[in-house]
């Protein structure tokens, strides 16, 4: 079956270090890509999206994500975490080519950061 | 006024209530959607409008009766809900030109709790 899947519900990194989440897409054709922030008490907001373009996707707030087809990943970095980075983060799929905005959505990474 | 604004936010109602979640946006989109955000699961998508048709209906329960009176708002009538209804219940807007983009726009939500 065709899913979204987040390794790991929560991450925690001290302030100043990479922040690494994962991602890994199960389908037979590479989909497209999104990263979606949840900061509490808020809905979700894209980060940044892959579709079929550049394969190293730069968003806001200073993530990037690199979709590697080989691995089926579509992992989210920051190279520097800064406090207002706590949030929880959902990695999401267009697996369908519907023609609306039908996304398959992970369960969550909830990221706390150490001061 | 935000892009997409959600009544009530919380909202605490009886299985024997009739309650409805409303959804308004101001950004000028052509479809809109509800899912359902509950602990420790992936978002599920409930229902999609597009140009005031509904399109997509996953298997919601009847108990759920969503409205479209026009492009900018869209309801979710509430009736006899069950315990394990209680979730956020996000609403989301896009503007759909064929192919997904995987822009959402998504409302604070609406915190359901049924007693």
């Known amino acids: 079956a065709q899913s979204v899947t987040q390794l790991g519900s929560h991450v925690s990194v001290s302030e100043g270090a990479l922040v690494l989440l994962r991602c890994n897409y199960s389908?037979?054709?590479?989909?497209?890509l999104f990263w979606y922030v949840q900061y509490p008490n808020q809905g979700l907001q894209l980060l940044l999206k892959?579709?079929?373009?550049?394969?190293l996707v730069k968003g806001i707030n200073g993530f990037e994500a690199e979709f590697k087809k080989s691995e089926t990943s579509f992992h989210l970095t920051k190279p520097s975490a800064h406090m207002s980075d706590a949030a929880e983060y959902f990695c999401?799929?267009?697996?369908?080519?519907?023609?609306?905005?039908?996304?398959?959505f992970g369960t969550g990474t909830r990221l706390t950061i150490i001061p | 006024e935000t892009g997409v604004t959600q009544t009530p936010r919380h909202l605490v109602m009886g299985m024997t209530n009739k309650k409805s979640l409303k959804c308004e946006q101001h950004l000028g989109h052509n479809a809109m959607y509800w899912y359902k955000q509950s602990a420790k699961k992936p978002l599920e998508l409930m229902f999609v409008y597009s140009l005031e048709e509904r399109v997509e209906n996953n298997s919601v329960p009847s108990r759920f009766s969503p409205e479209c009176p026009n492009s900018s708002h869209l309801f979710l009538h509430l009736h006899t809900l069950q315990p394990e209804d209680s979730a956020l219940y996000l609403c989301?807007?896009?503007?759909?030109?064929?192919?997904?983009?995987?822009?959402?726009?998504f409302g604070e939500g609406s915190r359901l709790t049924v007693l």
């Open positions: 892959y579709t079929s373009a550049a394969t």
């Open positions: 989301a807007s896009s503007s759909h030109r064929g192919r997904s983009t995987g822009e959402l726009f």
């Open positions: 389908s037979s054709v590479p989909p497209y």
């Open positions: 999401a799929a267009d697996l369908s080519n519907f023609g609306n905005e039908k996304l398959t």
